[in-house]
């Protein structure tokens, strides 16, 4: 399979824990994204990279939140001290042109 | 602010007939628009795009969507509903002027092709 994969699936956390979560794009995309999905909701935008370069992060990415695409191939997101309102589905998408593709998801449960 | 908006929560319609899910965005600059498909559990699967040209774009599946630029929807059909349609549907938009092509989504509307 030559999709977007991501690692976990699904995690289960305490409040106050550290967590991260794995993207690995198809391969020859350069474009990566992060974003949130919350039950009811689309997804919304956390942040971008372009090669090993993060251009962009919302509003929504506070400063527990780090994402690094080190060799721009994998991409890892943490979150530091989770919150309950963390809980969501990360969902990581890569791209070369105009459509991205999609990872099937993180589903992130804060307890 | 750029955003979309998916005015029906929940489509339903009988297999065989046609359906219609609806779309509304609002952007700055030309718009580049996108519809996917997310079952559950699984990620979002694109279906077709908008970026120039025709105004009815042909996707996978058999769906089809028209850009109405006076209108500034992007409906989402198909002539013919299959029970295996039904599943949730995002509309997103992204600026031509945008760098970074973020999408912004719609809220969803799921579909339920009834047998």
């Known amino acids: 399979d030559t999709g977007v994969s991501q690692d976990p699936r699904h995690k289960i956390t305490k409040r106050g824990q550290n967590v991260t979560f794995r993207c690995d794009p198809i391969?020859?995309?350069?474009?990566l994204y992060w974003y949130r999905q919350t039950l009811g909701q689309g997804p919304e935008f956390l942040t971008y990279?372009?090669?090993?370069?993060?251009?962009?992060k919302s509003r929504l990415l506070s400063d527990r939140f780090s994402a690094e695409r080190p060799k721009g191939s994998f991409s890892t997101l943490e979150i530091q001290r989770t919150e309950q309102g963390d809980s969501a589905m990360y969902l990581c998408?890569?791209?070369?042109?105009?459509?991205?593709?999609f990872g099937p998801g993180t589903r992130l449960t804060v307890t | 602010a750029q955003s979309v908006a998916q005015p029906e929560d929940q489509v339903n319609v009988a297999e065989g007939n046609p359906l219609t899910v609806k779309c509304t965005y609002s952007?700055?600059?030309?718009?580049?628009l996108f519809w996917y498909v997310q079952y559950p559990n699984r990620g979002l699967q694109f279906l077709l795009k908008?970026?120039?040209?025709?105004?009815l774009v042909k996707g996978s599946y058999g769906f089809e969507a028209e850009f109405n630029k006076s209108q500034t929807s992007f409906h989402l059909k198909k002539p013919s509903a299959l029970v295996s349609d039904s599943a949730l549907y995002f509309c997103?938009?992204?600026?031509?002027?945008?760098?970074?092509?973020?999408?912004?989504f719609g809220q969803g509307t799921t579909l339920q092709v009834k047998p």
């Open positions: 998408a890569s791209s070369l042109a105009n459509e991205q593709y």
């Open positions: 391969s020859e995309h350069n474009r």
């Open positions: 990279f372009q090669n090993e370069a993060q251009l962009e």
């Open positions: 952007v700055s600059g030309n718009p580049y």
């Open positions: 908008y970026i120039t040209g025709d105004n």
């Open positions: 997103a938009v992204r600026s031509s002027t945008s760098n970074t092509g973020k999408l912004i």
